[in-house]
């Protein structure tokens, strides 16, 4: 098992130490080979301070410059120069517990891709506003009924799968369509989805990026094209 942890970055300048102190803690108490690969589109130090976390550390870290925003295009664009076999997609905001990693691997033994989920009843978050709450539910619900899924998240982008997994799913979305797209391709093509449960805390820092408001519609106009394709 190799294991790559790619994690997009806009500007992570006041959280990016701490996501690479907390990966490089779980991962050192796992014996399991691993890199992190940031996929950067920042204006500020972002890379700078990650490249000194990670050599202070002895984290294995690749930067891959992305020159056009979109956060769903920095996680292809990283995983082409991950190595590893197993992908770990993950954020720079410290909103991840990276404490449920050796979960995800565990359970990549027994399912295609392993999500985590911060809703009720498994998991919760503490980034929820009425918005990002009913607005999930409404999208995790349609996409269950039209794609045949029991998923409580359609919307973290947090979790694990095997390289060949992400190979099957084609994804080509650049945006924050990514997530949608990545579920219900996967329940068209019949992958296997365990979810596990995660509790998103605030951001440490910075901005986020996300504005629901305006991708509200983005996501349901993707949802309506994958029912359309195959
Ligand atoms: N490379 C790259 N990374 C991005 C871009 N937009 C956001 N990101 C990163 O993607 C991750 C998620 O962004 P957030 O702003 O936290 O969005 P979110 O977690 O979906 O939404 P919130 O609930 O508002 O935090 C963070 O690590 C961002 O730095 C982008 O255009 N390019
Ligand atoms: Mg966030």
Redesign the pocket.
């Known amino acids: 098992m190799y294991v790559s942890i790619i994690?997009?970055?806009?500007?992570?300048a006041d959280c990016i130490e701490a996501v690479i102190r907390e990966i490089s803690q779980v991962m050192s108490l796992l014996s399991v080979r691993y890199e992190a690969v940031i996929?950067?589109?920042s204006t500020d130090d972002t890379v700078e301070r990650a490249v000194e976390i990670a050599k202070e550390t002895g984290m294995r870290l690749r930067v891959v410059k992305?020159d056009r925003?979109?956060?769903g295009l920095?996680m292809r664009e990283g995983v082409k120069h991950a190595e590893g076999n197993i992908l770990i997609l993950a954020?720079?905001?410290g909103?991840h517990d990276f404490h449920v990693i050796p979960q995800f691997l565990n359970e990549i033994h027994n399912a295609e891709m392993v999500m985590a989920s911060r809703f009720p009843p498994i998991g919760w978050s503490e980034?929820h506003t009425f918005l990002?709450y009913y607005g999930n539910m409404l999208v995790t619900w349609v996409i269950n009924k039209l794609f045949g899924g029991r998923l409580t998240d359609t919307q973290n982008g947090f979790g694990a799968m095997t390289k060949e997994v992400w190979e099957k799913l084609e994804l080509d979305s650049d945006g924050w369509t990514f997530e949608t797209q990545m579920f219900c391709r996967a329940l068209k093509r019949g992958i296997s989805i365990k979810e596990i449960p995660s509790i998103e805390r605030k951001?440490m820092g910075g901005k986020?990026?996300?504005r629901v408001i305006d991708v509200v519609w983005k996501i349901a106009l993707m949802v309506l094209k994958e029912l359309l394709t195959s």
């Open positions: 994690i997009a970055t806009r500007n992570e996929a950067d589109y992305v925003p979109g956060r920095a954020d720079a905001d909103s980034e990002h951001r986020a990026k996300l």
